[in-house]
Structure formats: C-alpha cells, structure tokens
C-alpha cells in the first residue's frame, strides 16, 4: 500500500552532519505519522526520531536528541532526518516507518517501513 525509500547514507568523520531523505508513495502521506529507527551491527532496532502526520509535533530519543532534527515536507510527500555532530555511536542503518495510527514509537507500532540507507561515522 505505502513505499518508502531512504536516501542520504554515506560515510563521515566524527563531528560531521548528514541529511537522510525517506520519499513516499502509494498512499495518502499527510495521513501517516512518521518514525526513524536505526539499527547497529548485533543490536535491536531501535526508534531514534518521530513526528506527526501535520509536522507539529516531533520526538527525539535521548541519544540524539540536540543534535537530529526531523521534518516534513507533505507536498512533497518526503520525511527527513538532519542529523548534526554525529557520533562514532550513530553507526547503523537507519530506517524509516511509517504508521497509520500515529506517532509510534515501536518497530510494532508502525506499518510500513522502508529499505534502509547506511550511515558509518569513522573516527
């Protein structure tokens, strides 16, 4: 019903910044509340950032709070996650979901979910 693709991965040094894009198709986008989730080597996946279906509300997980930023552009239909002064501990690959009820902060809670892009922070 709903496709996502992740765009933006590559390889930084400690300290740098990078753009993730996350373009939909196949269903009504301003509908669908919006999760990044990542995944490290040997780790579960885990919820990094949220938002809302109209924008106005976002969640950060901890880690990465002060430093990610989601937004959203829904006549474009394309979620993205600015992430700032990246750590060697952001290494993974980072994933975006989506889900119809929304925000969730849970690989279960969400209910599409694209192919992932690889982010590697070298230090």
């Known amino acids: 019903h709903v496709q996502l693709v992740e765009s933006g991965g590559g390889l930084v040094q400690v300290g740098g910044s990078l753009r993730l894009s996350c373009a939909a198709s196949?269903?009504?986008?301003?509908?669908?509340?919006m999760g990044w989730f990542r995944q490290a080597p040997g780790k579960e996946r885990e919820v990094v950032s949220a938002i809302t279906s109209s924008g106005a509300g976002t969640w950060a997980a901890n880690s990465v709070k002060g430093r990610f930023t989601n937004t959203r552009d829904n006549a474009k239909s394309t979620v993205y996650l600015h992430m700032n002064n990246l750590k060697s501990e952001d290494t993974a690959v980072y994933y975006c979901a989506a889900s119809k009820t929304g925000l969730r902060k849970t690989v279960v809670g969400n209910d599409y979910w694209g192919q992932g892009t690889q982010v590697t922070v070298s230090s």
């Open positions: 196949g269903g009504t986008f301003s509908m669908h509340a």
